[in-house]
């Protein structure tokens, strides 16, 4: 058994995957081109309120964008290099990056896994709402339908390393003790 461990978190914006990810794999590098891109957008004094941008704004906002592409494959290279755990938080969109993803990771000796958090469209959407990167609701419905129309194919593709999360108590306090069994779930797999 490989002694490396990648975990690949996905879901739709607004499943909480940012949130398991910090309470659940602390020891773990989190790969998130979210961190990234948010990041950029302040530096260039954007702000995150992507719906409400202008033009001009939109246009620096997707060339930030690619940017944040390019720094957040360059950390998981380097992550990849140093041999440390690592946990990519991302929507699984497209499958067939995910499992070039997954080979690649397993060509360097690493033990992948994927857990799917789902939650419904509207929880996602109020969620998202309510975060302090806006973005416009047609796009959270876009990653809501694109993550979840892969489910079979994750199942298939990571077998018994595939665990479905229903995450709808993700904002609530009793968050940790209802997710005990997950967190249970969630080691003995790994």
Do not use: P
Not at 59 to 80: D, G, M, P, R, Y
Not at 153 to 169: A, L, Q, R, S
Request: charged share 25%; proline share 0%.
């Amino acid at each position: 058994m490989n002694n490396k461990i990648a975990v690949f978190i996905c879901g739709s914006g607004g499943s909480g995957k940012s949130t398991f990810v910090k309470t659940h794999f602390t020891e773990y590098v989190h790969i998130d081109l979210d961190i990234i891109y948010e990041e950029l957008l302040l530096l260039n004094k954007l702000g995150l309120k992507i719906k409400d941008f202008n033009e001009s704004q939109l246009q620096l906002a997707s060339e930030l964008f690619e940017t944040a592409k390019v720094l957040n494959n360059e950390k998981l290279k380097n992550t990849i290099i140093a041999g440390n755990n690592l946990v990519i938080d991302g929507i699984g969109r497209d499958s067939n990056i995910i499992l070039n993803q997954r080979k690649y990771l397993e060509n360097y000796g690493y033990d992948t896994f994927m857990i799917l958090l789902y939650a419904d469209l509207d929880t996602c959407i109020n969620r998202v709402e309510t975060r302090e990167r806006v973005y416009k609701q047609k796009i959270t419905e876009d990653s809501w339908y694109l993550s979840y129309n892969n489910i079979g194919t994750y199942k298939k593709e990571f077998g018994t390393k595939f665990k479905f999360i229903y995450n709808d108590i993700i904002d609530t306090n009793l968050f940790l003790n209802d997710f005990l069994y997950h967190t249970y779930s969630i080691k003995k797999i790994l």
